[in-house]
């Protein structure tokens, strides 16, 4: 079939195949160029799929996927990757927050502090703000403990 024919493939269908395709390359990942060519999809398919996996298919299967530059995208990672991962999205996050806060919601408010809409927003962006500071820096000194594989991981304390 020709990726021409493919074009109207729904999302559940491109997510289903670029599961299929990273749980057969695991350990290893597979960047975007890998998928398109091991799921003879085109590089839209492959994005649509993508969505899909983060948004239905990783929580419904138990297998959590992330990406790493140079490497691209894996399901099922090691502990410490899908730590590392989660830091990772807390600083982007807490940089994207931060700076609307900033370029916009503090302009928006010195403006009109009195708007209820824009106090109750800065009060919350704000809250938020913090969490992601607090998430990120975040460092359990626990050793991990594997019982039956990466479903089954927990923090001991000795």
């Known amino acids: 079939m020709t990726t021409m024919s493919r074009r109207g493939l729904p999302a559940h269908v491109c997510g289903e195949q670029?599961?299929?395709?990273?749980?057969?390359?695991?350990?290893?990942?597979?960047?975007l160029a890998q998928l398109v060519s091991a799921t003879k999809m085109s590089l839209s398919q492959v994005r649509r799929g993508l969505?899909?996996?983060?948004?239905v298919?990783?929580?419904?299967?138990?297998?959590?996927?992330?990406?790493?530059?140079?490497?691209g995208y894996r399901l099922s990672p090691e502990l410490?990757?899908?730590?590392?991962?989660?830091?990772?999205?807390?600083?982007?996050?807490?940089?994207?927050?931060?700076?609307?806060?900033?370029?916009?919601?503090?302009p928006h408010y010195?403006?009109?502090?009195?708007?209820?809409?824009i106090r109750l927003v800065r009060e919350q962006l704000g809250g938020a703000r913090a969490t992601f500071e607090l998430l990120k820096k975040l460092n359990l000194d626990e050793p991990v403990t594997r019982l039956r594989g990466p479903k089954t991981a927990r923090r001991t304390r000795r």
């Open 51 to 55: 969505v899909y996996l983060r948004e």
């Open 80 to 106: 410490d990757d899908l730590i590392a991962y989660a830091r990772a999205q807390f600083r982007r996050n807490l940089t994207q927050i931060s700076r609307l806060i900033t370029a916009t919601i503090e």
């Open 110 to 117: 010195s403006w009109m502090p009195d708007d209820d809409w």
């Open 57 to 71: 298919l990783a929580s419904q299967h138990g297998t959590p996927l992330i990406w790493t530059p140079g490497e």
């Open 18 to 31: 670029v599961r299929m395709a990273l749980m057969e390359a695991r350990p290893s990942a597979l960047t």
